[in-house]
Structures are given as C-alpha cells and as structure tokens.
C-alpha cells in the first residue's frame, strides 16, 4: 500500500518560515520524481515544485528564491523549505509522486499552510 504522509503545515505570520516534510512508503522512493502542488480555497492545484530522481529542480516562479525543494532517498522523505512565506502562499500543499515510464502517480492527504499578513 503507497503512502505519502505530509507533515510541517501550520499558521505563521508573514515573513517567516515552515518546513514541509512528505514520508513515502510502498514504492521505490529513488525512481520517482518527486513534487509539491498547493490549492487555495476556490482556485486550481497548481505545481508548487518538482525534484527528479537525478537531483533537478524546477520552480513556479513566484517561489523561486524562497522556497528550496530536497529529497533524501535514504529516508524516502521529499521536503520544502519555505523562507519570507507570503498571505498568498497560504493552501493545502500535497506531496506528489510520479513516475512517467510505468506510468503511476501518487498524492498525499495534504498539509494547510496558512500565512498571516
């Protein structure tokens, strides 16, 4: 049975910081690339950050400088380090797990990151 269980979310003022952290368990954590998606009330999940199995990294824009995806494969455990966290970053974040060749793809339950202005 795959599990993504995302953890880290909470309520922090403008400014300031979070780490997500996502724990994989029943697949193969090193061949799958690895993403964060996010949801706000009323609006589309968007891609928040991806990492591949080789390390790559790739950022939505109003993001990047801010946030710093990382993986640890020893630990199946993808992270997101969150730094000046913005009112608009505020929505559920999920932990995403895809692997294109066969063909799969996994979602954690989410985590509610809510900032404060």
């Known amino acids: 049975q795959v599990q993504l269980v995302e953890s880290g979310g909470g309520l922090v003022q403008a400014g300031r910081s979070l780490r997500l952290s996502c724990a994989a368990s029943g697949i193969l954590f090193s061949i799958y690339r690895m993403g964060w998606y996010r949801q706000a009330p009323g609006k589309q999940r968007e891609l928040v950050a991806t990492i591949a199995t080789d390390g790559r990294t790739n950022y939505r824009d109003s993001v990047k400088g801010r946030f710093t995806i990382s993986r640890d494969n020893a630990k199946n455990t993808v992270y997101l380090q969150m730094n000046s966290l913005k009112p608009e970053d505020t929505a559920v974040y999920y932990c995403?797990?895809?692997?294109?060749?066969?063909?799969?793809?996994?979602w954690g339950q989410g985590t509610q990151v809510t900032v404060s202005s």
């Open positions: 995403n797990a895809g692997h294109t060749v066969i063909m799969t793809n996994y």
